[in-house]
C-alpha cells in the first residue's frame, strides 16, 4: 500500500514493529477546567467563558497525592484558564517541592479574579508557557480575538518585572501556532524573530519560543472543513511524517489527567474522548504514576499532527 495511505497505526507499526507505547511517566498534565476568558478559534478543547467543567477539591486531593507518591519530573497545569480555578494556589503549594508549570494565554493575568496572580507564580517559581501565536497585533487578534494583543503585552511586561524570561529561574516560555493550514517554520529562527521584534516594538523579553502545529481536530478542523481545506491539511501532514519525531512524542512520557479525573494519553486524545487504555481509566484507580509506566498509547490519525515535519508537542518541536 502507498505510505501516504497508510494509517498512523500502520506506519508507526511498521517503524517500530510494535505499536506505540509509552515509557516512563515523567510529566503529570492536568486540566483544571474548560472556563477561559478567550474564545480562540483554534481552541482544541472548545474552552470559553460559557464552559463551567472545573477540577473539583477532591480530585485535586488525590493529584496531589499521586504526585507525592512516586513525583513526577513536572506537574504541567492547563485549562482553559487555569488563573480562574479558585484552588490553583492552594493546589501548587500542596505539590512543592515538586517543579510546577502553568500554561497561559496571558490576558487572564490581567483579570480580577487572577489579581496578585503573577506575583505569587514568581514568588513560588513556577514555570509559565503563554500563548502567544504572533508577535503582530492582527495576526494574534485574527486568532484571539479584539484586545488579547494589546492585553497579551501588558502581561508580557508585567511578567518581565517581576523577572520572568529576564532571571534564570523564571522561565517565560511562547507558544507560536500557524494562523492556518500549514506546518510551522523552524523553531530557531522564528525563535530569533520574536526576540527581535518584541524587544524591538515593545521592550519585552522571553526565554525560549516552542513552535506547535495546529492539530486537525476540535473548532480548527471545524474551520478547515467550512473552508474546504480539511484533505489538503490531512495530506499535508501525512506526506511529513518524520519518523525520527516517534521518540519524542509527549504521550511516551506524560499521562494528562482531564477535570473530571478521567486519564488520557495527551490533551489531544481528552479533546478527542479517547481515554488511556483500559483497565485504567480514572484518577480515582490509580495509587502510583507506575502503574502507568510502559503503557499501550491510544492512537489515531490525529497523531500525524504530531510527527509532521519537525514533530510537534506541547513543548514545542520535537526534532532539529
Ligand atoms: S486561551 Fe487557550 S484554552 Fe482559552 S480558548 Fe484560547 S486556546 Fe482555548
Ligand atoms: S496526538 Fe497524543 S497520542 Fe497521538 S502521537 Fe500525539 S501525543 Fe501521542
Redesign the pocket.
Known sequence: MNQVNQS?VERTQAVLGRP?CAGKVQVLQVNLGLLCNLSCQHCHVQAGPKREEMMSRSTLDQLVHLAQSRPPGLVDLTGGAPELHPLLQQFILALAPIPVQVRTNLTALLLPQAQGMAEFFAAHKVGLVASLPCYTEANVERQRGKGAFGDSIEALRLLNRLGYGVEENLSLQLIYNPGGPSLPPAQTKLEADYKTRLAQDFGVSFTKLACMTN?PIGKFQKRLVQDGKDLEYFQLLTHSYNQATLPQ????H?LHVSWDGTLH?????YALG?TAQGPLTNLSQLSSLAELDLRP????N??F???AGSG??CGGALTG
Open positions: 498512523f506505540l492539530m512524542v509527549m504521550c511516551r506524560q494519553d495527551c490533551d489531544f486524545n479517547l498509547i491510544t492512537t489515531g490525529h497523531c499532527g504530531c510527527t510537534s508537542s
